[in-house]
């Protein structure tokens, strides 16, 4: 007769240890973890080299993955544009007659500045950026919202140094590696960004809200002034971001101040640039980037 095949570990001393020896291993597995998981919440430094060597192993597949993704969302549009290209056809027609009215006059605000500048004896800057990355990788789903750029310390990048793309303000340089940087969004709970309203100067200041808002918070309590559309950029205060670089758009009143849209999104960017700090006593050192290495 054929023992059964459901027998106990009891009857096997090999199966008694290998069950033993996997419960101490479950355990010292779960311990290690844990210890690492307080060591990382008490102190999100402390494994910032283990993550950017990992970041520097990982971007070359990171590449590859952004480059897939852009060009499976051009095959797509293309796909979609073939549908849709009357109706589209009209529509930036319509766009485009609307966009000459704004130029006309967006050139008559601008000599108007030029003109009052060159009174007050002002010169403006644009600063040049350090460098020109491709986003390899976001975050979606966790809390906090962290992205990954293709450049980093051998690149001239620096902690601090604002991101941006076409459209506005991405974030600021968290932790380097060697090839690539990590980047704090500015829809991070953690992030605090400096506004004023572009059409008259309202101060405020934005905090992400991770999901991909912001909060915005006037620094003058009162009756509020924001509307929905308003455009926010950047006000300089502080130092850390140059004036005038937009950030999002009103989307929602509250008691406050309002709830804001991000104009860049990180999930539909592309490429970044790599600012350098801005530091409004020192007006030289934005018009050039530093040399690679350097400390600014």
Not at 98 to 122: C, P, S, Y
Not at 158 to 180: A, D, F, H, N
């Amino acid at each position: 007769m054929a023992p059964p095949s459901n027998r106990h570990s009891g009857f096997s001393r090999k199966a008694q240890y290998t069950t033993f020896f996997a419960y101490i291993a479950a355990g010292l597995g779960a311990l290690v973890g844990g210890g690492l998981l307080f060591a990382s919440l008490s102190d999100s430094s402390r494994f910032a080299p283990v993550r950017s060597a990992a970041t520097d192993a990982t971007a070359p597949v990171a590449e590859a993955a952004a480059a897939t993704r852009r060009e499976s969302r051009g095959l797509f549009s293309a796909i979609g544009g073939y549908f849709t290209s009357g109706r589209e056809h009209a529509r930036l027609r319509r766009e485009v007659t609307e966009a000459r009215v704004k130029l006309v006059e967006a050139q008559a605000v601008a000599e108007e500045n030029r003109r009052l500048k060159a009174l007050l004896g002002l010169t403006a800057q644009e600063p040049r950026p350090v460098a020109t990355a491709m986003m390899i990788g976001s975050s979606s789903s966790s809390t906090r919202r962290f992205a990954t750029i293709s450049k980093g310390g051998r690149d001239g990048v620096t902690v601090g140094m604002p991101i941006r793309s076409p459209l506005g303000l991405v974030g600021r340089v968290l932790e380097l590696g060697s090839s690539t940087a990590r980047v704090l969004l500015i829809t991070d709970p953690e992030s605090v960004v400096p506004v004023r309203r572009a059409a008259d100067g309202v101060p405020a200041f934005a905090t992400g809200r991770a999901d991909g808002q912001l909060q915005v918070r006037l620094i003058n309590l009162g009756l509020n002034p924001l509307k929905r559309g308003d455009v926010l950029v950047t006000s300089g205060s502080g130092g850390l971001y140059r004036p005038g670089v937009p950030v999002a758009m009103v989307a929602e009143l509250t008691r406050d101040g309002a709830i804001a849209r991000v104009l860049s999104d990180p999930g539909a960017t592309e490429f970044v640039t790599v600012e350098p700090v801005w530091n409004p006593t020192l007006p030289s050192a934005q018009a050039s980037p530093p040399t690679p290495g350097a400390t600014p």
